[in-house]
């Protein structure tokens, strides 16, 4: 008892110590995802990809309205023009066949204008576009919503890998006192003559494993800072933790089937993949359509002229303008084989996207069924590990008597002592991953956002 009463004086000291020291604002999972939003790479790429998603939607309406094109131009240049065979007529000079004209123009200011409209009717390619344009722009909001998710549950894996790093460092130094204290008992017991040195020797070598681990164990917790500190911008404060002592907050998982149906319907994954097939059923029917003809109305208005020295003498003139509106039909006849081969690609890519869409459904389905399962069976795991750190107690309690009165070594009590902080540790870790589990179900089911996330942490508490 003795051990324990010093353990629990250097506790009492450091919490003394920690109580009188300027208050540092800790951080709970909420606060870790509303920071995280604010600086993660791969959620503005989505964000970007939302509003690029919204752009192709403007760009499927602009392919079925019409296209208006104005041109001017000006230039210098010469013209000559031959005519033979006209007919001549004027008042005064009657009438006369088989009439030649030559018209010249030379050093000539040339201007020209065109205005020419279209507008499609039928082109079974620019529907294709247009159905495909609309589909990558539900895939950017989709992409959108999946990353959020995907950001909420890396944000929570990393939030809780910091905390079983600390508890693992936790344990090991809680193992280092207490060696540290059995090695001063035993060291000097062994001077004053009262133990044999396999005991002094036993305690020296268990203090100098364990100042091993502690080193292993603050490295691992720096790296688990590191990478919280990368995702959330968050360094070295104090996160709040799920007590050993208190209870998970409820929450019922109830039959799996209705969350595999869940997971059909909205797992973000799959909903990417069959846009993702849509997308390339569209390419196909694109290719098809190269094949078929196109309709389209069609208006033209155009001018040129020319002003320069006439051949002839003097200065000339030459004007022409032109209108047309009617009906223009397309057909093509052959492409080199392009059109075959890109077709040919583009139903093996629609192929390949109908098999990624099965592929998704199988790992969203056993990644539905593993949540679930951590979901509630954890339960189960966390009382028995309630249990077991009951047991260890009072296993420790019965060593330590054992201890004073002989009847257990030093290497004994370091054992119990050793076996009552590793359950402590494996109960809170059992603790973070029932909840890490409820989240990743929401997340396989489609349904993990901020409810879901401020439902698991409630779970959390400030120390």
Not at 241 to 268: C, E, H, M, Y
Not at 271 to 276: H, P, V
Request: proline share 3%; charged share 25%; no cysteine.
């Amino acid at each position: 008892m003795t051990m324990r009463r010093t353990l629990l004086a250097a506790a009492g000291a450091v919490a003394f110590a920690l109580a009188a020291a300027p208050a540092i604002a800790d951080v709970d999972l909420v606060a870790a995802w509303e920071a995280a939003q604010r600086q993660d790479p791969a959620l503005a790429a989505a964000r970007a990809e939302q509003d690029a998603g919204q752009a192709r939607t403007r760009q499927a309406r602009a392919l079925s309205l019409p296209t208006v094109t104005v041109s001017g131009s000006v230039g210098y240049g010469k013209a000559t023009q031959n005519m033979s065979g006209a007919q001549f007529n004027a008042p005064a000079f009657g009438s006369f066949d088989g009439v030649d004209f030559r018209t010249e123009v030379n050093d000539g200011t040339t201007t020209g204008w065109k205005i020419s409209a279209e507008q499609p009717l039928y082109n079974q390619e620019r529907r294709a576009s247009a159905r495909q344009l609309e589909i990558q722009a539900d895939r950017g909001n989709v992409a959108f919503r999946a990353a959020r998710q995907d950001l909420m549950l890396r944000t929570a894996r990393a939030y809780f890998d910091v905390l079983q790093a600390e508890d693992a460092l936790e344990e090991v130094r809680r193992q280092q006192a207490a060696t540290a204290r059995a090695l001063e008992v035993t060291q000097a017991s062994y001077d004053e003559g009262k133990l044999p040195i396999t005991d002094r020797n036993e305690a020296q070598a268990r203090y100098d494993g364990i100042v091993a681990r502690e080193s292993a164990a603050r490295d691992a917790v720096e790296l688990a800072r590191a990478a919280f500190f990368e995702l959330t911008g968050i360094a070295d404060a104090p996160l709040r933790r799920i007590p050993a002592t208190s209870p998970l907050a409820a929450f019922d998982a109830g039959k799996v089937d209705p969350w595999l149906a869940k997971a059909a319907a909205q797992n973000p994954a799959i909903a990417l993949s069959s846009l993702g097939r849509d997308i390339a059923a569209q390419e196909v029917r694109k290719w098809d359509a190269q094949a078929a003809p196109t309709v389209s109305l069609v208006a033209q208005a155009g001018g040129d002229r020319i002003s320069g020295n006439s051949g002839f003498g003097g200065t000339a003139i030459a004007s022409s303008n032109s209108g047309v509106v009617g009906l223009q039909v397309a057909i093509p006849l052959y492409t080199g084989g392009m059109r075959g081969a890109r077709g040919d690609e583009a139903i093996a890519l629609a192929e390949k996207a109908r098999l990624e869409v099965e592929a998704a459904r199988k790992a969203a389905s056993l990644q539905t069924r593993g949540a679930w399962l951590g979901a509630t069976g954890g339960l189960t795991r966390v009382a028995a590990h309630e249990r077991a750190v009951a047991s260890a107690r009072t296993r420790l309690d019965a060593t330590e008597i054992g201890h004073e009165v002989g009847a257990r070594t030093t290497l004994d009590l370091l054992d119990a002592q050793a076996d009552l902080f590793r359950a402590l540790r494996e109960l809170s870790l059992a603790k973070y991953h029932v909840v890490l589990d409820r989240l990743a179900l929401a997340r396989a089911a489609g349904e993990l956002n901020d409810d879901a996330l401020r439902a698991a942490n409630a779970n959390l508490v400030r120390e």
